[in-house]
């Protein structure tokens, strides 16, 4: 069983940093891209960046693009989420997830997702 473990979420202030990591247990065809989504209350899910391995390519999506920065580590089979210039309105529960694909921008059922972590909540105070 796949296993996708997200940490590194908390409070911040306005205009401050954090950094997220995220493990995944096993590396396969199927967890050949991977990807940071967020979640508010009351609001759906969506989509921040992601990547495959081993890929230049990164995506970003239009609300953290210039502040948020993807990167990954192929030998720990960790990818981190490094985030700045923080505003309250990036307060979510933010979720890694892997998957053999990553259907963005068109979007699409979990966005080719497979296997998701648990979240860890980004806290954002004015």
């Known amino acids: 069983q796949v296993q996708v473990v997200e940490s590194g979420g908390g409070l911040v202030q306005a205009g401050g940093s954090l950094r997220l990591s995220c493990t995944v247990s096993t590396r396969t065809l199927f967890t050949n891209h991977m990807g940071w989504f967020r979640q508010a209350p009351g609001k759906e899910r969506e989509f921040v960046a992601g990547?495959?391995?081993?890929?230049?390519?990164?995506y970003y999506g239009e609300s953290v693009k210039g502040r948020f920065t993807f990167s990954s580590d192929n030998v720990k089979n960790t990818v981190h989420l490094q985030l700045a210039s923080l505003k309250p309105e990036d307060t979510a529960v933010y979720y890694c997830a892997s998957g053999p694909r990553l259907t963005y921008p068109q979007g699409g059922p979990n966005y080719g997702m497979i296997y998701w972590g648990k979240g860890t909540l980004v806290t954002v105070s004015s």
């Open positions: 990547s495959q391995w081993s890929d230049i390519n990164t």
